[in-house]
T-cell receptor, first 115, second 115 residues
Framework: DAGVIQSPRHEVTEMGQEVTLRCKPISGHDYLFWYRQTMMRGLELLIYFNNNVPIDDSGMPEDRFSAKMPNASFSTLKIQPSEPRDSAVYFC?????????????FGAGTRLSVL | AQSVAQPEDQVNVAEGNPLTVKCTYSVSGNPYLFWYVQYPNRGLQFLLKYITGDNLVKGSYGFEAEFNKSQTSFHLKKPSALVSDSALYFCAVRPRNSGNTPLVFGKGTRLSVIA
């Protein structure tokens, strides 16, 4: 398996533009997580899904952020409109729930720069 | 609520010397404990985990960690550091009987191994 795949790897955009980050989890995994990493705040959990259903989105910073998982092999994180303070590295991770003790597998991340 | 503390933002060690990266946790009941490593421009990568049994857990790349219930600690160790061990290390915890709630990560400790 190729692991968790995120695209794009780098995104540079201007304030006010819409940004869409994409994630393909490991096949067969039933949990998907979106994280944001910054120097100031470290690694923050934004939202996670189980079987394509959002379980907890309390980490989503504000209404400008939305996430979807239309099927088991694809998820998006959208920021609209984007702001400079959204600049960060965004990670997607997936795991197999149940009795497997939740090893999360991370993608390589998307580095977002909002100018 | 569960939490993880990594008291050192930065650890410096000379190549060949033993290294320790500290982690303490707070959780209701018994925990599952994890260490992840992040190399530059990469996602987090699983290193090792404590589930049950022997308090000394061995993981990838010669790393090990010792679960100490009385001190609520799970320090990461390696007998002889390599320059290639230089990275950002994250400790994570999850309560044993919490269903499938996500991992809680510490803020990370940057390890620099100097040749």
């Amino acid at each position: 398996d190729a692991g968790v795949i995120q695209s794009p790897r780098h995104e540079v955009t201007e304030m006010g533009q819409e940004v869409t980050l994409r994630c393909k989890p490991i096949s067969g995994h039933d949990y998907l997580f979106w994280y944001r990493q910054t120097m100031m705040r470290g690694l923050e959990l934004l939202i996670y899904f189980n079987n394509n259903v959002p379980i907890d989105d309390s980490g989503m910073p504000e209404d400008r952020f939305s996430a979807k998982m239309p099927n088991a092999s694809f998820s998006t994180l959208k920021i609209q409109p984007s702001e400079p303070r959204d600049s960060a590295v965004y990670f997607c991770a997936s795991s197999l729930g149940g009795q497997v003790k939740n090893i999360q597998y991370f993608g390589a991340g998307t580095r977002l720069s909002v100018l | 609520a569960q939490s993880v503390a990594q008291p050192e933002d930065q650890v410096n060690v000379a190549e060949g010397n033993p290294l320790t990266v500290k982690c303490t946790y707070s959780v209701s009941g018994n925990p599952y404990l994890f260490w992840y490593v992040q190399y530059p421009n990469r996602g987090l990568q699983f290193l090792l985990k404590y589930i049950t049994g022997d308090n000394l857990v061995k993981g990838s790349y010669g790393f090990e960690a010792e679960f100490n219930k009385s001190q609520t600690s799970f320090h990461l160790k390696k007998p002889s550091a390599l320059v290639s061990d230089s990275a950002l290390y994250f400790c994570a915890v999850r309560p044993r009987n919490s269903g499938n709630t996500p991992l809680v990560f510490g803020k990370g400790t940057r390890l620099s191994v100097i040749a």
